[in-house]
């Protein structure tokens, strides 16, 4: 049965689309096959190509493939890249074992996986874009090694470090140590970890995940691994291995499939080695649109309306790890960027937002947030973000740029929204520009998902700052 007859039983196409295509085929002398220029022509959708085919071939078809059908036992033999280059991927279905594929040419090295599996396996048919991502979520949920298994008892030489995101799931290859690490940031992003601390003490080296704000003890590695743990994850980092006596900070790219994760790596000598942090971030959480926050309607109306002024300050407040990031920049998203000019300066740039400029502080060379903000005040801007308030410096440059027109965005490491206030006073800032020109303290809620983030209304009272109120 041919292409052509099973998409006329299918009803997706009809008998001008299918004359039209042959034509501009053969016009063309084009290499696509049918189903490529109907799909690229968005005639038929991927899914209906798929299940096309899957009826040309008299194939069984799965549009979407369920969690329980991905078991990681059955990969434990199978490199990642021999999945994806062979486009197979063993799954389990009702009892049964299949090789997922996208390809119906693929079928014809079924036996060389049942080789490699030791049992039959059956073919099943479905998307590339299902089959990409059945075989990325497949790969993730492998454990990671134990960290007894193999481990070396001296340290290996550190690799050359490389500019391109490494891939977490193609950990087959690697050395010991760089497969642990791999598996402990498979770990970290399997449980929506945001920080990895690596603490060397004097008989042991203790691993722990930060889990919504608290911190969980992983299993330890052996303390021999301390020194080539550490130079793995420096190399990744692009730091200094040679260098023990001084803190440094490095930024490293993974990738986890088609995700891509930055890492924040900070290092710090301490009594009993380095010590090192990893921050995670995910590109996906990090830039959201506002709907996506969790707040309630009322909460994100009143957020809205302040984003529409046209200056004036909003400062988000949180603790370390509370999503202020994420909520200015699901803020920014919802300014029209094509008719403001809108700059930030941050440290680090954890996203590069589209449509906007941004600046990365350097302190080395003096480039501050304050000497930073002073600069991009002369660029005519109208919304500008700063990373943070650091000091009362920047706190003062932000205040008074707000009352020159410009709406500026910030945040501020407070436990709540009401400490603002006190902790811009206390930096100096005179009350009454507060009075002028705060318009909001959203506050973002502990966690890894932001929830509610909670503005408390500023207003002037006898030329002093009074909060009218605050939903806590």
């Given at each position: 049965?041919n292409?052509d007859?099973?998409?006329?039983a299918?009803?997706?196409?009809t008998?001008?689309q299918?004359e039209?295509?042959?034509?501009?085929?053969?016009q063309?002398?084009?290499a696509?096959?049918?189903g490529?220029?109907?799909?690229?022509?968005?005639?038929?959708s991927?899914?209906?190509?798929?299940?096309?085919?899957a009826r040309?071939?008299?194939?069984?078809?799965l549009?979407?493939?369920?969690?329980e059908f991905?078991?990681?036992s059955?990969?434990?033999q199978?490199?990642?890249?021999?999945?994806r280059t062979?486009?197979?991927?063993?799954?389990?279905?009702?009892?049964?074992?299949?090789a997922?594929?996208?390809?119906?040419?693929?079928?014809?090295?079924?036996d060389?996986l049942?080789?490699?599996?030791?049992?039959?396996?059956?073919?099943l048919?479905?998307?590339?874009?299902?089959l990409?991502?059945a075989i990325?979520?497949?790969?993730?949920?492998r454990?990671?090694p134990?960290?007894?298994?193999?481990?070396?008892?001296?340290t290996?030489?550190?690799?050359?470090?490389s500019?391109?995101?490494e891939?977490?799931?193609?950990?087959?290859?690697e050395?010991?140590?760089?497969?642990?690490?791999?598996?402990?940031?498979?770990?970290?992003v399997?449980?929506?970890?945001?920080?990895?601390h690596?603490?060397?003490f004097?008989?042991?080296?203790?691993v722990?995940?930060?889990?919504?704000?608290?911190?969980?003890?992983?299993?330890?590695?052996?303390?021999?691994?301390?020194?080539?743990?550490?130079?793995?994850?420096?190399v990744?980092?692009?730091?200094?291995?040679?260098?023990?006596?001084?803190p440094?900070?490095?930024?490293?790219?993974?990738?986890?499939?088609?995700?891509e994760?930055?890492i924040?790596v900070?290092?710090?000598?301490v009594?009993e080695?380095?010590?090192?942090?990893?921050?995670l971030?995910?590109?996906?959480?990090?830039v959201?649109?506002?709907?996506?926050l969790?707040?309630?309607?009322?909460?994100?109306?009143?957020?809205?309306?302040?984003?529409?002024?046209?200056n004036?300050?909003?400062l988000?407040?949180?603790?370390?790890g509370?999503?202020k990031?994420?909520?200015?920049?699901?803020a920014?998203?919802?300014?029209?960027?094509?008719?403001?000019?809108?700059?930030?300066i941050?440290?680090?740039?954890?996203?590069?937002?589209p449509?906007?400029a941004?600046?990365?502080?350097?302190?080395?060379?003096?480039?501050?947030?304050a000497?930073?903000?002073?600069?991009?005040?002369?660029q005519?801007?109208?919304?500008?973000?700063?990373?943070e308030?650091r000091d009362?410096?920047?706190a003062?440059?932000?205040?008074?740029a707000?009352?020159t027109?410009?709406?500026?965005?910030?945040?501020?490491?407070?436990?709540?929204?009401l400490?603002?206030?006190?902790?811009?006073?206390?930096m100096?800032?005179p009350?009454?520009?507060?009075?002028s020109?705060?318009?909001?303290?959203?506050r973002?809620t502990?966690?890894p998902?932001?929830m509610p983030?909670?503005?408390?209304?500023?207003?002037?009272y006898?030329?002093?700052?009074?909060?009218?109120?605050?939903?806590r």
């Amino acid at each position: 049965m041919n292409l052509d007859d099973v998409l006329r039983a299918m009803e997706v196409v009809t008998e001008a689309q299918l004359e039209n295509a042959r034509a501009a085929l053969e016009q063309n002398f084009s290499a696509s096959t049918l189903g490529d220029w109907l799909l690229r022509n968005n005639i038929l959708s991927a899914a209906q190509l798929a299940e096309a085919r899957a009826r040309q071939y008299d194939l069984p078809f799965l549009l979407r493939v369920e969690p329980e059908f991905l078991k990681p036992s059955l990969v434990e033999q199978l490199p990642v890249d021999w999945a994806r280059t062979h486009r197979l991927l063993p799954i389990e279905r009702e009892g049964e074992w299949y090789a997922l594929t996208s390809d119906p040419d693929a079928v014809s090295r079924l036996d060389e996986l049942s080789l490699l599996l030791g049992r039959d396996v059956y073919p099943l048919l479905t998307t590339s874009e299902e089959l990409r991502r059945a075989i990325d979520t497949c790969y993730a949920q492998r454990q990671a090694p134990a960290w007894s298994e193999s481990a070396p008892t001296k340290t290996t030489e550190a690799e050359e470090p490389s500019g391109r995101a490494e891939d977490l799931l193609r950990a087959s290859a690697e050395a010991p140590v760089a497969q642990y690490v791999n598996g402990l940031l498979l770990d970290a992003v399997r449980r929506h970890a945001s920080d990895i601390h690596v603490e060397p003490f004097e008989s042991k080296l203790q691993v722990r995940f930060r889990v919504d704000g608290f911190l969980y003890a992983q299993p330890p590695p052996p303390k021999s691994l301390e020194s080539a743990l550490i130079s793995r994850l420096k190399v990744m980092a692009r730091l200094d291995i040679a260098e023990r006596r001084l803190p440094q900070d490095g930024m490293a790219k993974v990738r986890v499939g088609a995700r891509e994760f930055d890492i924040r790596v900070s290092t710090v000598p301490v009594a009993e080695g380095e010590r090192v942090v990893l921050r995670l971030l995910n590109q996906e959480t990090l830039v959201r649109p506002l709907s996506a926050l969790g707040m309630p309607a009322k909460v994100e109306e009143d957020f809205r309306r302040v984003l529409a002024e046209p200056n004036g300050v909003v400062l988000v407040t949180g603790p370390t790890g509370s999503g202020k990031t994420t909520t200015l920049y699901a803020a920014l998203q919802g300014l029209a960027t094509e008719r403001l000019n809108v700059m930030t300066i941050e440290d680090p740039i954890e996203y590069q937002l589209p449509g906007i400029a941004q600046i990365q502080v350097k302190p080395k060379i003096g480039l501050s947030f304050a000497q930073g903000l002073r600069h991009i005040l002369r660029q005519d801007p109208d919304v500008v973000l700063v990373g943070e308030i650091r000091d009362a410096e920047t706190a003062e440059i932000a205040i008074r740029a707000s009352l020159t027109g410009h709406l500026v965005f910030s945040t501020l490491h407070t436990n709540d929204a009401l400490s603002a206030v006190v902790r811009l006073v206390d930096m100096g800032v005179p009350p009454y520009l507060l009075a002028s020109a705060l318009r909001g303290l959203p506050r973002a809620t502990f966690g890894p998902k932001i929830m509610p983030l909670l503005p408390s209304r500023i207003g002037s009272y006898g030329g002093g700052v009074a909060v009218v109120g605050a939903i806590r």
